[in-house]
């Protein structure tokens, strides 16, 4: 099963409401990743957060780690209609050798203007 | 600066056939991953290559799959007798070294068997 679990599956919005989007994982980690992926396209990395933080901010990103109940969300503010895309949390695992990022399913997000 | 390159884009093959998915990384990015994409779903990994040493093969599905990165750059990933569980979206990544470094993707090869 997958690593990551991301929450809700799909979520849509008016332009300017906020969207916040889960991601829980079952092994400890290194860090916590947040991918975004337009349709057609591949992933753009968006923010890093690493195991011994627990929040941080991007322009209009906001990510928070809670490694005590190993879930992280994503929040974005004021959204647009060009934040529509999936978003996808990946963890990279610890006692692995390298990065290793792990993906889940990801969240459709759709904004509407 | 120019990021990852995958060819071909789409690539649509008769169940059987052998194919061989390319992947230019980002120069100086010493590390390279593979990953598969079925519809609806996550990333599934497949192999990692750091420098010259030898790759993580663990995430390959089965021995029909093989990847060689010549000269510590362009990769090439190789499917041998595909089948039609093998279509997917296959996802190619560099990243500098480091264990905090963020994947650079391409925008990926669709595989269709037919």
């Known amino acids: 099963s997958q690593q990551g679990e991301e929450d809700p599956q799909a979520l849509s919005i008016q332009e300017g409401e906020n969207a916040t989007m889960n991601c829980s994982y079952k092994?400890?980690?290194?860090?916590l990743q947040w991918y975004r992926q337009n349709s057609g396209r591949g992933l753009v990395h968006l923010i890093l957060?690493?195991?011994?933080?627990r929040e941080k901010h991007s322009g209009r990103l906001r990510v928070t780690l809670d490694t005590s109940k190993k879930s992280s969300s994503l929040l974005i503010t004021a959204s647009r209609a060009a934040d529509t895309a999936s978003y996808f949390c990946?963890?990279?695992?610890?006692?692995?050798?390298?990065?290793?990022?792990?993906f889940g399913t990801g969240t459709r997000l759709l904004v509407s203007p | 600066g120019a990021g990852v390159s995958q060819s071909p884009s789409n690539k649509v093959t008769e169940k059987g056939k052998d194919v061989e998915l390319r992947c230019d990384p980002i120069?100086?990015?010493?590390?390279l991953y593979w990953y598969r994409q079925s519809l609806g779903q996550g990333l599934e990994f497949l192999i990692y290559?750091?420098?010259?040493?030898?790759?993580?093969k663990s995430g390959l599905p089965s021995d029909r799959f093989s990847a060689e990165r010549t000269g510590g750059s362009v990769s090439t990933l190789t499917i041998q007798r595909t089948q039609q569980e093998d279509s997917a979206v296959y996802l190619c990544?560099?990243?500098?070294?480091?264990?905090?470094?963020?994947?650079?993707f391409g925008n990926g090869t669709r595989l269709t068997v037919t």
């Open positions: 990946a963890t990279d695992i610890m006692n692995t050798g390298f990065q290793k990022l792990v």
């Open positions: 092994t400890s980690i290194n860090n």
């Open positions: 957060i690493r195991s011994n933080e």
């Open positions: 120069s100086g990015h010493t590390a």
């Open positions: 290559f750091q420098g010259n040493s030898a790759p993580d």
């Open positions: 990544a560099s990243a500098r070294p480091g264990r905090n470094s963020p994947l650079h």
